[in-house]
């Protein structure tokens, strides 16, 4: 049920979707098998009136805690860093907690 959507205008390195994926599952203790992580690259961003390297990201999932979100925020811009060359002082994270009857999956709702 977590989706974290990651929008840069860095090319995806080979392995950042997978590694996301399995990051976000430890970190918020739910099973990887029900994580999606979807990149898009797009060249046309700005941040502070330049396009040097950025992202915006989104993480949403049931039961996200207010608690949680510093050392998420963290963790997802240490990634970028990491895996794209990303200044984490270029990185724009939005977090919602996604009420379970409004998050749909096989046929149902959570």
Request: aromatic letters at 8%; proline letters at 6%; glycine letters at 4%.
């Amino acid at each position: 049920m977590p989706l974290l959507s990651i929008e840069s205008n860095c090319s995806p390195s080979a392995d950042i979707v997978k590694t996301a994926s399995a990051k976000v599952a430890e970190a918020l203790g739910k099973p990887e098998q029900y994580v999606m992580v979807r990149y898009t690259h797009n060249p046309d961003m700005l941040f502070a009136g330049t396009n040097e390297p950025l992202a915006y990201l989104e993480l949403k999932s049931i039961g996200l805690p207010d608690s949680a979100t510093a050392d998420l925020s963290a963790m997802l811009c240490d990634l970028l860093n990491e895996q794209l060359g990303i200044a984490t002082d270029r990185i724009y994270i939005e977090f919602k907690n996604a009420p379970r009857q409004l998050w749909g999956w096989n046929r149902a709702t959570f």
